[in-house]
């Protein structure tokens, strides 16, 4: 069982930057791969980044690559999510996700979700 708490959203101007963190409880975070998948408005949630358990392997969606970089510290069990150069297209409430499968990207990929936090871009 893996607990997971996002943190660090919140409200910052276009072009602004934000550092989400994961924190996970469980002894055995280090074998999952991690995710951040975020949630707009009337929309569906789509995948955002990954990482893999090693945290030697990254990837991300076409929309934020560049721009976003996701890392993992596996002594601290927590895992980040570096935005940059925000768009108001961002705005979303982002959650992270623990999963057993390698460069997973699909909701059904992942076992355990956190409970999101919200990140609000102004033009």
């Known amino acids: 069982q893996v607990q997971l708490v996002e943190s660090g959203g919140g409200s910052v101007q276009a072009g602004g930057s934000l550092r989400l963190s994961c924190a996970a409880s469980g002894r055995t975070f280090i074998s999952y791969t991690m995710g951040w998948f975020r949630q707009a408005p009337g929309k569906e949630r789509e995948f955002v980044a990954g990482i893999s358990w090693r945290g030697d392997s990254t990837y991300y969606a076409h929309s934020v690559k560049g721009r976003f970089t996701i890392s993992r510290d596996n002594a601290k069990n927590t895992v980040y999510l570096q935005m940059n150069s925000l768009k108001p297209e961002d705005t979303a409430v982002y959650y992270c996700?623990?999963?057993?499968?390698?460069?997973?990207?699909?909701?059904?990929?992942?076992?355990?979700w956190g409970q999101g936090t919200q990140v609000t871009v102004s033009s």
């Open positions: 996700a623990a999963g057993r499968f390698t460069m997973a990207t699909m909701e059904r990929e992942y076992d355990y």
